[in-house]
């Protein structure tokens, strides 16, 4: 089943190139440069096929690109970071901090002309931690009284998690302890609402075209499988209607042929590959800002020879994180611990440093011989940028250590699909904040995160990153983030920290009112086209 699948996904992945190929050829030929484009119309390239417009299934940034677009929840980040108020009109929190308390507009309505109901909100949360529904992002509600034991199964009945419709208006939520970021972090593709009726109705075919109803700013008009999506203004939205008719997310894979269709004047917006950054710059056309974003190579720390620390400790040792901004040029920070600069309380000085030395030493320790081992295997998915990484790691480990490294690249769906049911040896991923605080990031590693690939747990890190998520005290916070770091990041190494990448993006002149922040959410309702 598994490999008919690849092969489907492989074929498709074939038609794609030979159809973005004849249109790159075609736009060079007879197209001139910022030609007519459609009035009214966005084109932005998503780079891939999102795997899932299911809000409680969908773990990656193409899907929540095109879902900020789509629906609301009860908050909205602001252009500060802070979360604003949505489809929740104002909210308050009881005196100890246990109980938040949501007022929800009164003149939303569905695409469809459902009206928005609190209890939408309870079904969605319940579907997204009833274990049937093997969400990886449900521990993002584990904040909520029984979230997690109904989640593990260990209790049956949904209505004993802490969240209910007070009436149709008025959603109560129950904590299991004070929450400070609980309003950021609603604000979350997960969070969503649900429409029970319509993934009751259609099944897995609930998020196709015409079936799908949204909150937002954009319907769902077209979805043509690994080639566009196209989203329609929503005539029924509660807000200001978006100044575009249509947005356009075409599927290109290859950064170049992206770059050749946006210089061709076929797309708006295309991230730029890494060894175009320096063409661009100085240009109109470029923006560039540093993200809450890191990059990092992960272990399956139940392989050998990753299931030994000391191995680990000793790949991480062996690179030099400096290495890395001069390969990609793209503005990225070097960074050994996990916490990003930006977000409260980094520590720059947590993370194993380049020491070539201290990491054969430590091979010696564990017994291990690089030249009799196996080739270290490293899967990433497609992508310029990663090659690049990964050939950089493959070029120091080979000289740092004497190892032997094998890189193997897969589609963007295949790679997730492996990450979950048989993660690779070693496997490059990222993490961007998806609210800006530092329980984001470091929760990820939990033993309790479906987000976590690694196979490590460590009850230590679990109790400490726990803790600093209940914690007043920003100086007593730091402490405890600090030390849960050292372990992550120097002691354990189940990860290793590379570097906080940079947004580097190419946008059309023509394209008014985008402004990407350092969470890289896109706000296409505020965008014009002229």
Known sequence: MT????????????????????????????????????????????????????WALATDGTSFLLLEQLMRGLTRMGP???????????????????????HLRRDVVWSDGVPLEAEQFVRGWRRLLSPQTAAEYAYFLYPVKNARAFNAGEIDDPSAVGVRARDRHTLEVELEA??????????????????????????????EPEHFETLGAFVLEEWRHEYKIVLRANPKYYGPPPSLERVTGYMVDMDSTALVLFEQGLIDIVRLPALEI????????????????????????????????????????????REFPKVLQGGELPSGSWLPPGMPHHNAAIGLPFDPERARALLAEAGVDASTLPPVRIVYNTDQTHKLVAESVQAQWRENLGLAVELENREWKVFLKEL????????????????????????????SSANNH????????????????????????????????RILCEEEVPIIPFFVTSLNLAVAPRVHGFEPNAMDIYFLDSVSVR
Request: hydrophobic fraction near 40%.
């Open 3 to 54: 490999r008919g699948r690849r092969g489907g996904l492989a074929r498709a992945r074939i038609r794609r190139i030979r159809v973005w190929a004849a249109v790159a050829l075609l736009a060079a030929a007879c197209r001139p440069l910022g030609g007519e484009p459609p009035p009214g119309e966005l084109r932005i390239n998503l780079g891939t096929e999102p795997p899932s417009l299911d």
């Open 80 to 102: 500060d970071l802070r979360p604003q108020p949505a489809l929740a009109e104002r909210w308050e929190v009881s005196d100890d901090g246990l109980v938040w308390t949501f």
């Open 178 to 207: 004070p929450l400070v970021y609980f309003p950021s972090l609603t604000t979350f593709m997960v969070t969503f609402p649900g429409r029970l009726d319509l993934v009751e109705r259609y099944g897995v075919d609930w998020t």
């Open 278 to 321: 320096r063409r661009f710059r100085g240009r109109p056309e470029y923006r560039t800002l540093p993200l809450l974003r890191g990059y990092y190579y992960g272990f399956n720390t139940k392989l050998p020879p990753f299931d030994d620390v000391r191995v680990r400790r000793a790949l991480a040792h062996a690179i030099d994180r």
């Open 420 to 447: 979950v049911s048989r993660p690779p040896p070693i496997y490059r991923l990222g993490w961007g904040a998806d609210f800006p605080d530092p329980d984001n990031f470091m929760n990820l590693f939990t033993s």
């Open 454 to 485: 690694t196979g490590w747990s460590d009850a230590r890190y679990d109790r400490l990153v726990a803790e600093a998520s209940r914690e007043l005290d920003p100086a007593r916070r730091q402490v405890l983030y600090d030390r849960a770091q």
